[in-house]
């Protein structure tokens, strides 16, 4: 069974300005995909529609099978591009909150990554960085077994330095059984790590879609230079 | 699910309550004894009469603030669970979307029915410290009358009157809700104007026909209830408390089933 499946979805923020028009995609197990695209075409309003934080207009969707909703919530495990949290928590409640509402969240992998990265967690969160915020996120999210993780700019708001290891996390800490859609622009940085991508048009078309090294081996570009020679400006 | 969206919900509203109910105890305290200096025979200076007087009001005002300021909070907390950057958390939890509004409303409404209580019982202390015999005494009057005048329907009248209390602050909780959460959907700039905005446009509308209906439906029981027994006045008098608490449920159960569809179907995240 496809961990995520989408069928005709259609999003209009405005009236007759469809941002995905349509759009189908079948995302199996154990593969780390790229959803790539230039800014506008739609890429956080799928991702946001997959968590169940909009409606489509029109469309299907399921993640294993479970239509969107509390079901599925329950498998997704949701990086938005911004921090959520109230800053006057400290990480450690912060883990506590998730402990509480996931039961698939590994309390002990949390813990070690944060100290890995070196993060405090008697740090309240207002006293963190932004860059700091986005690792104690990312460290969430990549805590949870969760069948599907859709990274949402996951690499963004980090040091070149700490994007590593947050790739390496990443790649090491996700279920086998489960799959990972990133979007990013920095391409690339997370090339390394994708197994397929997905080139989104405006509209929510799929340009372009496949295996990243064999697209790699037969256009002899990387998907960054092809990244640049479909959406040339 | 609920007992731990509630737990995290009246830890939030009750982290502080507790301070602001414990001053403005004291501030009724403070209150009381300013009635007791302005009500003594003794002669006192001016300056004392005018100081007691301005802390008389100045009690007053803090309890009117530690009301207003729980209200507040109560919907702070509503709007930046929801509709701030923590409702990417919030609508992504494995919970469903009746089950996070009911953890809000059970939350917001025991807030301000702790409020409620709280102020009540201090009004009570300042009337007490302040007025002494005065106020026992104008107390036992009072039963007597309910006891004598109004006799057993009085139990009658306490519950009716004690579940419109209950309805009516899951009312007023549920409108507040339902303007935030408007606000929300219809601008993802300006929200808490917007919000303040549509709560006064509503609340001046709502008020008014409140006005209307007492005024007229007033008049109209009273000329209709000329010629009734005293039994049947009591009667009627159960009726219509009644009638108002099932008017009041079916407001509430309009905004619940307007709350759900705009955080179901219309959620706007900014």
Same mark, same amino acid.
Request: proline content about 3%; overall charge positive; charged content about 15%.
């Given at each position: 069974m496809n961990v995520l499946e989408c069928n005709g979805i259609v999003k209009c923020y405005k009236k007759y300005v469809p941002v995905l028009n349509g759009l189908s995609l079948s995302i199996p197990a154990g593969r780390i995909i790229g959803l790539l695209g230039p800014n506008g075409c739609g890429k956080s309003t799928f991702i946001k529609l997959v968590a169940g934080l909009l409606q489509p207009d029109s469309g299907e969707m399921s993640v294993c099978g479970n239509p969107v909703g509390e079901k599925s919530k329950a498998l997704i495990s949701y990086l938005p591009e911004r921090p959520y949290f109230g800053g006057g928590m400290r990480v450690k409640e912060i883990i506590h909150y998730f402990t509480d509402f996931y039961g698939d969240f590994d309390k002990q992998r949390a813990y070690k990554l944060l100290a890995d990265l070196q993060?405090?967690?008697?740090? $309240?969160? $207002?006293?963190?960085? $932004?860059?700091? $915020?986005e690792k104690v996120q990312l460290?969430?999210?990549?805590?949870?077994?969760?069948?599907? #993780?859709?990274?949402?700019?996951?690499?963004?708001?980090?040091?070149?330095?700490?994007?590593? #290891?947050?790739?390496?996390?990443?790649v090491s800490n996700y279920n086998p059984e489960a799959s990972i859609i990133i979007t990013t622009h920095l391409i690339t940085d997370v090339e390394q790590v994708l197994d397929d991508y997905i080139f989104l048009g405006f509209?929510?078309?799929?340009?372009?879609?496949?295996?990243?090294?064999d697209t790699r081996n037969q256009s002899g570009k990387s998907l960054d230079a092809l990244f640049k020679e479909v959406f040339r400006c | 699910m609920l007992k731990k969206l509630l737990r995290y919900d009246f830890a939030f509203l009750f982290r502080y309550w507790w301070i602001g109910a414990f001053i403005s105890l004291l501030v009724s305290l403070v209150g009381g004894g300013c009635i007791y200096v302005l009500n003594s025979k003794a002669d006192l200076p001016d300056v004392v009469d005018v100081g007691a007087g301005l802390m008389l009001?100045?009690?007053?005002?803090?309890?009117?603030?530690?009301?207003?300021?729980?209200?507040?909070?109560?919907?702070?907390? #509503? #709007?930046?669970?929801?509709f701030s950057d923590e409702g990417y958390l919030t609508f992504t939890l494995p919970v469903k979307t009746s089950t996070l509004l009911a953890s809000k409303l059970i939350s917001g409404v025991s807030a301000i029915l702790a409020t409620a209580f709280v102020i009540g019982a201090e009004v009570f202390i300042m009337l007490a410290a302040g007025f002494g015999d005065e106020f026992t005494g104008f107390l036992e009057e009072l039963w007597k009358l309910i006891?004598?005048?109004?006799?057993?329907?009085?139990i009658l009248y306490a519950v009716e009157l004690l579940m419109i209390l209950v309805v009516y602050s899951a009312f007023s909780v549920l409108f507040a809700y339902v303007c935030i959460t408007l606000a929300s959907v219809i601008t993802r700039k300006a929200r808490v104007i917007t919000a303040i905005g549509l709560y006064y446009g509503a609340n001046s509308v709502l008020?008014?026909?409140?006005?209307?209906?007492?005024?007229?439906?007033t008049q109209s029981l009273f000329s209709r209830m000329d010629g009734l027994s005293g039994d049947e006045i009591k009667a009627v008098f159960a009726l219509v408390f009644l009638a108002a608490f099932l008017f009041i449920a079916l407001l509430c159960g309009f905004m619940y089933v307007l709350q759900r569809y705009m955080l179901d179907k219309k959620l706007n995240l900014a």
């Open positions: 993060i405090n967690p008697e740090s $309240k969160l $207002k006293t963190l960085s $932004k860059g700091t $915020k460290v969430l999210v990549m805590s949870r077994n969760a069948r599907l #993780y859709l990274l949402d700019e996951p690499i963004a708001g980090v040091d070149p330095a700490a994007r590593e #290891y947050i790739l390496g996390t990443i509209g929510g078309q799929v340009l372009m879609a496949g295996n990243a090294e | 009001v100045l009690s007053v005002f803090c309890l009117v603030a530690f009301a207003i300021l729980s209200m507040i909070i109560v919907f702070i907390r #509503y #709007y930046k669970n929801f006891a004598n005048e109004v006799g057993a329907i009085s008020n008014f026909g409140r006005q209307m209906f007492l005024i007229f439906g």
